[in-house]
T-cell receptor, first 114, second 114 residues
Framework: EPEVTQTPSHQVTQMGQEVILRCVPI?????FYWYRQILGQKVEFLVS????????KSEIFDDQFSVERPDGSNFTLKIRSTKLEDSAMYFC????????????FGQGTRLTVV | AQTVTQSQPEMSVQEAETVTLSCTYD???????LFWYKQPPSRQMILVIR??????QNATENRFSVNFQKAAKSFSLKISDSQLGDAAMYFC???????????FGTGTRLTIIP
């Protein structure tokens, strides 16, 4: 069964460093998303991406965040100058279409900023 | 803005019994989708069941069914014949029709007692 894969599963970084979280969405999907889950809290929407551009972003997704689809398969989330409060699980998801189809989630990347 | 509320942070049920997880939401939209996602210890979020708001009939997937009360903005999940593999965090989620962003509740941790 096709799945969304994320790498790495766990990333530890020093405060102020840049990190890139990687995702390979399901191959025929057109919509891509990043969500964040701070430990013990709910899953929060960060950004959606369609047709090589951001279609929607949340208040969390400020200038320190960026997304890119550098080739036909990868979808990345870059966090510049990480802060302690960026420590969270980051989930990538993809879907064929909006709303009426299932969003498939990856297993997440646990980011720890020290 | 839409909100999703899950008032039960934890629930437990005896194996083979039935359990109902509660979810309420707030929206001014008339067309939308509601979802229940399961997040087992492996962390990957898996869609359990989906309900389209314009459908009066409650969705059912094997042992999982929902009680969708549109006027009350309530969307509960019933798990029948609970199995040990049902143990997980369950998230209720909402998306507007034609919009891909998911808004999640805070989750309910379900424990299955053997």
């Amino acid at each position: 069964e096709p799945e969304v894969t994320q790498t790495p599963s766990h990333q530890v970084t020093q405060m102020g460093q840049e990190v890139i979280l990687r995702c390979v969405p399901i191959s025929n999907h057109l919509y891509f998303y990043w969500y964040r889950q701070i430990l013990g809290q709910k899953v929060e929407f960060l950004v959606s991406f369609y047709n090589n551009e951001i279609s929607e972003k949340s208040e969390i997704f400020d200038d320190q965040f960026s997304v890119e689809r550098p080739d036909g398969s990868n979808f990345t989330l870059k966090i510049r100058s990480t802060k302690l409060e960026d420590s969270a699980m980051y989930f990538c998801a993809s879907s064929e279409r909006t709303g009426d189809t299932e969003a498939f989630f990856g297993q997440g990347t646990r980011l720890t900023v020290v | 803005a839409q909100t999703v509320t899950q008032s039960q942070p934890e629930m437990s049920v005896q194996e083979a019994e039935t359990v109902t997880l509660s979810c309420t939401y707030d929206t001014s939209e008339s067309d939308y989708y509601l979802f229940w996602y399961k997040q087992p210890p492996s962390r990957q979020m898996i869609l359990v069941i989906r309900q389209e708001a314009y459908k009066q009939q409650n969705a059912t997937e094997n042992r999982f069914s929902v009680n969708f009360q549109k006027a009350a903005k309530s969307f509960s999940l019933k798990i029948s014949d609970s199995q040990l593999g049902d143990a997980a965090m369950y998230f209720c989620a909402y998306s507007n029709f034609g919009n891909e962003k998911l808004t999640f509740g805070t989750g309910t941790r379900l424990t299955i007692i053997p």
